[in-house]
């Protein structure tokens, strides 16, 4: 099982409202987001900061919209068919959020290790575009690399994967669960990325035609 971490903290200053509540293609930031990570992983982990009780207000509506119109059924039989139980998510909130992204992608990272993950992927809320095929050949490149390794050596083997797009680099970020416990106990790195780089064996890159991996959208215009 696949545990995704989605960070929804930041207090959206440029954006002029929570960003995980503006809507892209009539779906929130946020939910857009979870779509995209069940793609490839049974839970979704979402990291909630400033606002938190209104973006979890907003998100419970629209969630619970989906479900009334069954627009969440494919998703659902569709990870049946791969063995999954279904697909969840929860809330977590990082009081420490104003510290900045990496604070609340350890924050997540650390809640989405006791679940025991085969791998752990990392999106920030604001990479609505992100398509959820991009998603699928990760956890999937993700699974063949680490069944490489057997035992012990596939445990400690800390390694990360990384979409890029016309050779730039993009989320999500996918972990080996070694090298994300790694991650969520650094106290020196400046980044996310820059944690993943400090501790990671290997890093592999999967080149996609998906410029959503690369898009952030930080302000009403994009």
């Not at 002029?16 to 892209?24: L, Q």
């Not at 992983?41 to 938190?52: F, M, N, P, S």
């Not at 791998?119 to 680490?146: I, R």
């Not at 490489?148 to 797009?165: D, K, M, W």
């Amino acid at each position: 099982m696949n545990v995704g971490v989605l960070l929804a903290a930041g207090a959206s200053v440029r954006m002029g409202a929570p960003k995980a509540n503006v809507k892209w293609k009539g779906r929130s930031f946020l939910t857009s987001g979870t779509l995209a990570l069940w793609a490839s992983c049974d839970h979704v982990v979402i990291v909630l900061g400033a606002k938190a009780r209104e973006v979890r207000e907003a998100a419970e509506a629209e969630f619970g919209a989906l479900v009334a119109r069954g627009a969440l059924s494919p998703l659902v039989h569709a990870a049946r068919d791969k063995g999954s139980r279904g697909l969840e998510a929860s809330f977590v909130v990082n009081t420490r959020w104003a510290r900045g992204m990496l604070s609340s992608a350890q924050f997540g990272i650390a809640e989405a290790l006791r679940l025991k993950p085969g791998a752990v992927l990392v999106l920030p809320v604001d990479h609505p575009e992100v398509k959820p095929a991009t998603v699928a050949q990760l956890g999937a490149m993700m699974s063949e690399a680490l069944g490489a390794f057997g035992g012990r050596s596939r445990e400690g083997f800390a390694y990360a994967l990384v979409p890029r797009c016309r050779g730039r680099r993009g989320h999500p970020l996918a972990l080996s669960p070694a090298l994300a416990r790694a991650v969520a106990r650094d106290r020196q790195a400046r980044d996310l990325a820059d944690a993943a780089r400090r501790h990671a064996r290997l890093i592999g890159y999967l080149d996609v035609a998906d410029p959503g991996v690369v898009r952030n959208r930080n302000t009403p215009r994009g």
